[in-house]
């Protein structure tokens, strides 16, 4: 069973950054394609970005691109997604994910879910 745990959100004001981090627990962490997703309130949950198991390959929604970066460490078994200028609208509980497959993740279906971490940006 995969364990995800993030953390590092919090309050921030609107063009400020934060770096949300993802603990894993799996030993074959190395080879799961990663993703991060949001929910805001009222909302579903969006796609926000994927990584590639070798950290090669990465993905992003339109409404962070340019913004947002993710990238992996899997010596420490972390994901990490850095988010700067941020906006109001992207208030939301975060969510760090892992699948086998890439296109299950980019898809929105992936098979393990963290426990998610709230961003406030406030304007």
């Known amino acids: 069973q995969v364990q995800l745990v993030e953390s590092g959100g919090g309050l921030v004001q609107a063009g400020g950054s934060l770096r949300l981090s993802c603990a894993v627990s799996?030993?074959?962490?190395?080879?799961?394609?990663m993703g991060w997703f949001r929910q805001a309130p009222g909302k579903g949950r969006e796609f926000v970005s994927a990584i590639s198991w070798s950290g090669s390959n990465t993905y992003y929604s339109d409404s962070v691109k340019g913004r947002f970066t993710t990238s992996r460490d899997n010596a420490k078994k972390m994901v990490y997604l850095q988010m700067n200028n941020l906006k109001p609208e992207d208030t939301a509980v975060y969510y760090c994910?892992?699948?086998?497959?890439?296109?299950?993740?980019?898809?929105?279906?992936?098979?393990?879910w963290g426990q998610g971490t709230q961003v406030t940006v406030s304007s």
């Open positions: 994910a892992a699948d086998e497959q890439m296109n299950t993740v980019v898809g929105g279906r992936p098979a393990y």
């Open positions: 799996e030993h074959t962490f190395g080879s799961y394609p």
